[in-house]
C-alpha cells in the first residue's frame, strides 16, 4: 500500500512538473510569437500558393483579363456602330472605356485575387491533401496534366460558347413568342 501511495505521489509530481512545463513552453511561445495554428497556416498558405503557381493560375487570370479588355473594346466598337462622335465625345468615351479597364485590373488582377484563391484552395484542402497534389504535380503524369490543362481549358470555354452562340436564336425565336403571345 506504500508502494502505491508513494507511485502515485510521484506520478501526480511528474504531471504536475510535465502541466508547469507546457504552460512554460506555451506562455514562453506565445511571447516570443510562436504559434502553431500560425505555423500550420503559414505553410499551408506556402504550400497553396505553390499549387496555384504550378497550375498556372495568375497566367490564367491575366489571359481573361485581356479577353475582358478586348471584349469592352469590341462592345464599345459596337455601341457606337453608325454613331459619329466630335472630339470631346471621343475623348469622354475613350476615358469612360480606360475607367472601365481600370476597374477590372483593380478589381479582377492576380494581385487582387491572390488572396481570394488562397483562402479557396485552403479551406477545400488540408495539408495532406495539399501534399499530396503538389507530389503529383511533380510527377510526369501531373506535368503533362499542368501542360495541357489551359488549352483543354480554352477548348472547353470554346466549345461552350459555340453551344451558346447555336443556342442565341433559338432562345431569341422562344422570347419573341412569349412577348408576341403574352405581352
Known amino acids: 500500500m506504500l ?8 506520478l501526480i509530481a511528474v504531471k504536475e512538473i510535465s502541466m508547469r512545463s507546457a504552460a512554460c513552453l506555451l506562455l514562453v511561445a506565445s511571447m516570443i510569437g510562436v504559434h502553431p495554428a ?12 505553390e499549387m496555384l503557381a504550378a497550375l498556372r493560375l495568375e497566367e490564367t487570370t491575366t489571359r481573361l483579363e485581356q479577353a475582358q479588355e ?11 456602330a ?28 492576380w494581385k487582387a485575387m491572390e488572396p481570394d484563391f488562397v483562402k479557396l484552395y485552403s479551406d477545400a484542402y488540408s495539408e495532406n491533401d495539399l501534399d499530396g497534389i503538389l507530389a503529383f504535380y511533380r510527377t510526369a503524369a501531373g506535368r503533362a496534366m499542368l ?6 481549358t480554352e477548348r472547353s470555354i470554346a466549345i461552350s460558347q459555340q453551344r451558346m452562340a ?18
Request: proline residues 2%; glycine residues 2%; positive net charge.
Open 82 to 109: 453608325g454613331v459619329t462622335l466630335d472630339d470631346d465625345q471621343q475623348k469622354a468615351f475613350d476615358e469612360f472605356r480606360q475607367k472601365l479597364v481600370d476597374l477590372i485590373r483593380a478589381s479582377a488582377s
Open 3 to 10: 508502494l502505491l501511495t508513494c507511485m502515485k505521489e510521484r
Open 147 to 152: 501542360a495541357k490543362t489551359p488549352e483543354l
Open 166 to 183: 447555336e443556342l442565341t436564336p433559338r432562345i431569341q425565336a422562344l422570347l419573341d413568342k412569349f412577348m408576341h403571345d403574352n405581352l
Open 38 to 49: 500560425h505555423g500550420d497556416s503559414i505553410s499551408k498558405a506556402r504550400k497553396v500558393r
Open 70 to 80: 478586348a471584349q469592352i473594346q469590341k462592345m464599345s466598337e459596337q455601341q457606337l
